[in-house]
């Protein structure tokens, strides 16, 4: 997997669409620099993320990636105080909790109860299909560690 990655101080000449989620309409890839001539300004870092790799990206920093070929990767952020409208914004743009089904008080809610709304929101077809994808994915991990004959 490559991946660029850009520091907050760089955020001017990238095309964030929205800052909080740090969303930009550029291909950092395969930029057009006629549309978007600040991109060219950009300094960034650019690696290779190998199987088994682990990365940690700094809160506030752009990135992209790009897989060349099919693969698995796992992403995470976590979800607290300072963060929670932005993740929320994520979880609803997935398209498998409906805005409806959250409460019209939900930007009052404390970070733990409006976790706790947002998983209760979760379909539980879903839930099931996430419980079925990752018990694939762990039973594959299993044999592919299991010595070959």
């Given at each position: 997997?490559d991946?660029?990655?850009?520091?907050?101080?760089?955020?001017?000449?990238?095309?964030?669409?929205?800052?909080?989620?740090?969303?930009?309409?550029?291909?950092?890839?395969?930029?057009?620099?006629?549309?978007?001539?600040?991109?060219?300004?950009?300094?960034?870092?650019?690696?290779?993320?190998?199987?088994g790799?682990?990365?940690l990206?700094?809160?506030?920093?752009?990135?992209?990636?790009?897989?060349?070929?099919?693969?698995?990767?796992?992403?995470?952020?976590?979800?607290?105080?300072?963060?929670?409208?932005?993740?929320t914004?994520?979880?609803?743009?997935?398209g498998?909790?409906?805005?409806s089904?959250?409460?019209?008080?939900?930007?009052?809610?404390?970070?733990?109860?409006?976790?706790?709304?947002?998983?209760k929101?979760?379909p539980?077809?879903?839930?099931?299909?996430?419980?079925?994808?990752?018990?694939?994915?762990?039973?594959?991990?299993?044999?592919?560690?299991?010595?070959?004959?």
């Amino acid at each position: 997997m490559d991946i660029c990655t850009y520091r907050p101080f760089q955020l001017m000449h990238l095309f964030l669409t929205c800052l909080y989620l740090l969303s930009s309409e550029v291909d950092a890839f395969d930029p057009d620099l006629e549309q978007h001539p600040l991109f060219a300004k950009a300094k960034y870092i650019e690696f290779e993320q190998l199987p088994g790799e682990l990365l940690l990206i700094p809160t506030g920093w752009f990135h992209q990636a790009y897989n060349p070929e099919e693969c698995l990767a796992i992403s995470s952020q976590f979800f607290n105080s300072q963060n929670v409208k932005m993740v929320t914004e994520e979880i609803l743009k997935g398209g498998e909790v409906q805005r409806s089904k959250i409460s019209k008080d939900f930007d009052n809610y404390t970070p733990r109860e409006q976790v706790a709304a947002l998983a209760k929101a979760i379909p539980k077809s879903v839930v099931k299909k996430g419980k079925e994808v990752t018990e694939n994915i762990a039973k594959q991990f299993r044999q592919s560690q299991q010595p070959r004959l």
